[in-house]
């Protein structure tokens, strides 16, 4: 560090988060076109003249495809690399979001939303994977956390994008859609001057060309010990999937996959996908109008607990910040039942518990999953083993948004919230029991920890 200039220190970190923003504009898609169905589904059911279970259909046709996105990505990615793949998923994006705006009925608009769920898919694996693998271990959280900011500003622009175009009319969903295209293509457009990953270069055997990307992304010294740090761990892979299953690795599968289903079931999404629907139906009915805004102070307070959660998590570390999360979220929950039990027409206040709800979810489910998701293992099968993860976290996210509804006539409101608090409390103690500190290590240490 000490044979490093001020001025060329100062280049190697605006080039590490220069990279790091372009990979999480898969972030800013992936969460537009998830949350641009809230405010569509208010029209595009009344054009559509959908039942519930048809509704149920419509919002979970996306993330059906993000369940194939994401198990093609593992294997696809190293074989191809992470760069090449985030290409096809910018190019799929655009495509789909100008499908989903021109469909005749719900089959082609659900196929639209499942060919934009293949882009989620992918993007959803390989952004924080390769912002991971191109991160130094000491801003490595930051960095991955720039990804779930880029999701929730994405989130933050559909609900805002909606309550903008609502004043269309019923044609106004269309309009919704077809303006995700616009960032798709700017995706497409930065992707193409980057680098590919180091870790994927080194297990290509692309050495020379390994140690120059991370000649780019560290001081000089630094980046001969991470090269060579990544040859030795690289060396002592064998990379067949069957690893993931051995004594060695089982245990961060393990605590991979429940995470992802864990920060899925306790119910974020059912606000994110839903909120003009409880708005409009179950709170004193609201207008499409009022919901769509509400909607978006709902994005804003997800926008802006993310963002304290990046100066947060490399201070405290992944582990309190899970918990702090979940126990929040569950208490959060408790309270939103009992008013739907008690007052469901006092938009306030059930607005007003929905947002701190949100912001526990912002400040530790949502971007310290992802964090420990591509931490836990080794370079030769990472993107194999997100795979296998993200594919769970979909198809967990999938079973939450094609079920809320149903689940809300069977319970009522305050029901199905309960019992997501109890999942709450679950995830709570899994963290606390299971997950171990991850915080400041490099890639390479928290793979020999599961060896050693």
């Known amino acids: 560090m000490s044979g490093s200039s001020p001025s060329a220190l100062s280049r190697t970190r605006f080039y590490v988060y220069a990279v790091s923003l372009v990979a999480a504009l898969g972030g800013l898609l992936f969460g537009f076109d998830i949350a641009i169905i809230n405010g569509a589904l208010v029209f595009l059911k009344r054009e559509f003249g959908l039942s519930d279970v048809q509704t149920e259909l419509a919002a979970s046709a996306l993330l059906a495809g993000c369940i194939f996105g994401a198990a093609a990505a593992g294997a696809l990615s190293d074989r191809y690399g992470r760069r090449r793949l985030l290409l096809v998923a910018a190019a799929l994006f655009g495509l789909s979001a100008v499908a989903a705006a021109a469909p005749r009925n719900l089959t082609e608009f659900a196929g639209a939303r499942f060919a934009g769920g293949l882009a989620i898919g992918v993007a959803s694996v390989l952004s924080p994977l390769y912002i991971a693998e191109m991160s130094p271990a000491r801003i490595r959280g930051r960095l991955v956390s720039i990804n779930q900011l880029a999701i929730v500003i994405g989130i933050l ?107 899925q079931i306790t119910g974020v ?64 929950l408790t309270v939103l039942g009992l008013l739907f039990k008690l007052q469901p027409d006092a938009a306030y206040p059930i607005l007003a518990v929905i947002l701190v709800f949100v912001a526990f979810f912002a400040v530790g489910m949502g971007p310290g999953v992802w964090v420990v998701m591509s931490e836990l293992f080794p370079t030769r099968i990472r993107g194999r083993a997100m795979a296998i993860a993200t594919v769970t976290l979909w198809s967990a996210c999938t079973l939450l948004t094609f079920t809320f509804l149903s689940l809300v006539n069977a319970l009522g409101p305050y029901g199905t919230f309960w019992l997501y608090a109890g999942i709450c409390a679950f995830t709570f103690l899994f963290v606390w029991k299971a997950v171990p500190e991850t ?13 050693a």
């Open 157 to 263: 622009l559909a609900y805002w994008v909606s309550w903008l175009l609502a004043d269309l009319g019923l044609v106004s969903w269309r309009w919704m859609f077809a303006s995700a295209a616009v960032p798709s293509l700017l995706f497409f457009a930065a992707l193409i001057p980057l680098p590919e990953s180091p870790r994927w270069l080194v297990k290509e055997d692309r050495i020379a060309e390994a140690g120059r990307v991370l000649g780019r992304l560290n001081p000089p010294e630094e980046a001969e010990r991470e090269l060579e740090s990544i040859r030795q761990a690289v060396a002592e892979e064998s990379g067949s999937l069957a690893e993931l299953f051995r004594p060695g690795l089982r245990r961060p599968l393990l605590i991979a996959v429940s995470l992802a289903i864990l920060q």
């Open 269 to 332: 999404n059912t606000i994110l996908f839903y909120g003009s629907v409880i708005f409009t139906e179950h709170v004193g009915n609201q207008s499409a109008s009022a919901a769509l805004l509400a909607n978006v102070v709902i994005g804003f307070t997800n926008f802006v607990f993310t963002i304290v959660s990046l100066f947060i998590i490399d201070r405290i570390g992944r582990r309190a910040i899970l918990m702090l999360a979940a126990g929040g979220m569950g208490a959060s």
């Open 439 to 451: 915080k400041g290590r490099t890639l390479e240490e928290i793979e020999r920890s599961w060896t």
